[in-house]
């Protein structure tokens, strides 16, 4: 393992286990608050410019000639790109952090009816499914994350997805399984996502059984793990399929 795998995959592991705190009982996370909105993430500008830039990504995919379309579209000069200094990947940034937050809206839950894990499924199948439009260009976007100067910035908002999937569905737990659960469905979903550039089945239904397979898997190994020697382990090897998923050579 070279020095800059070795520096990321330790970079995984605390944004997996560390830039999301587990809450204490009867705390609401760190993070994030449904008391209060989310801190604006990007300005007036860059959320008019970013937004329109979206619609250009299927024809142009995530790229500076999306963000200039979208700069034109929303009334700026082309000197206005000066705002996105990382280019390409603030587009992807924006559409991920813009799929997370609407996630909630998109999808209504039933309380009672459900399993915290049936609810997890929907929820990440939801996310999956709102990549129907720009699938084409995915692998393109996964490039742009695995670039080293992103791979952080692009496994911390993988974190937060994680996290807010747990947190709809109803997830209270308090222990280290908060930690478990959540770098595995990280490291399923980020499989998942890549399995689905490839699936050229209706309705993407092979991606559908593909993450099915996936959390049964999880699930079963959830329930053999006995001390915190495999919980480590365990975390590990899922950090370690995040990486490789965002395109890190392990």
Not at 53 to 77: C, E, I
Not at 127 to 141: D, F, G, S, T, V
Request: net charge positive.
């Amino acid at each position: 393992m070279n020095t800059c795998t070795s520096s990321a995959l330790r970079t995984g592991a605390r944004l997996v286990k560390g830039s999301l705190k587990r809450p204490k009982p009867g705390c609401r996370r760190s993070y994030y608050s449904y008391d209060h909105q989310d801190p604006p993430t990007f300005t007036n500008a860059e959320t008019a410019i970013l937004s329109a830039a979206l619609s250009h990504v299927p024809h142009y995919g995530f790229t500076q000639n999306a963000l200039a379309q979208g700069a034109r579209d929303a009334g700026f000069l082309d000197a206005s790109l000066n705002l996105f200094p990382k280019g390409a990947f603030d587009l992807v940034n924006y559409y991920l952090v813009m799929q997370r937050q609407s996630l909630k809206h998109r999808l209504q839950l039933p309380q009672q009816s459900l399993s915290v894990s049936a609810k997890v499924r929907l929820l990440a199948l939801e996310r999956l499914r709102a990549n129907k439009a720009i699938i084409h260009r995915w692998q393109e976007a996964l490039a742009i994350m695995a670039q080293p100067s992103n791979v952080s910035t692009s496994i911390a908002e993988l974190a937060r997805l994680s996290d807010e999937i747990w947190y709809l569905a109803g997830d209270a737990s308090v222990d280290t399984s908060w930690y478990t659960k959540r770098a595995a469905l990280s490291a399923i979903y980020s499989t998942a996502e890549m399995f689905m550039t490839q699936d050229r089945s209706p309705d993407h239904r092979e991606t559908e059984r593909f993450l099915d397979r996936r959390l049964d898997e999880a699930r079963v190994v959830a329930t053999s793990m006995a001390n915190v020697g495999q919980w480590l382990g365990f975390t590990g090897h899922a950090v370690t399929n995040v990486l490789r998923s965002q395109g890190v050579r392990i």
